[in-house]
């Protein structure tokens, strides 16, 4: 199965235009995340926002490389990529992270705003 983006995939329409489509950053990947869609990459990549720049999404996959790295000025460090996309976390605005806004995490750990009490607390990952 594939995921394709579209208007009605991202909320109110808004992350096609966060995307470099066909391309990817070959380095600095830290971690995968499987099963997931660009809006959950993006959450991902925001919660642990001291190491993640990036991200590259595999749509026939439906996973996502959390990346140390940004794509560089113009998409500069970017390879082409059939089926995998590229988006800088820096173009993600209003990712629903909670308490987790406030919180720094080192690069060991990600923010988890789970917490039955509504506290959030950075966790080892």
Not at 90 to 113: F, L
Request: proline content about 4%; glycine content about 6%.
């Amino acid at each position: 199965m594939e995921y394709a983006l579209s208007q009605d995939t991202c909320e109110r329409g808004t992350c096609l235009r966060q995307f470099t489509f066909g391309h990817f950053l070959p380095r600095s990947v830290f971690t995968t995340k499987y099963e997931v869609i660009p809006y959950q990459c993006a959450t991902e990549c925001q919660l642990r926002r001291q190491r993640c720049k990036s991200f590259n999404y595999r749509r026939s996959a439906l996973s996502c490389q959390l990346c140390e790295e940004d794509s560089g000025p113009g998409g500069i460090n970017l390879q082409p990529k059939a089926g995998t996309d590229h988006s800088n976390i820096n173009t993600w605005r209003n990712i629903p992270v909670g308490h987790c806004k406030e919180i720094n995490c080192s690069w060991t750990e990600r923010c988890d705003s789970s917490k039955a009490d509504s506290q959030s607390a950075c966790v080892m990952t």
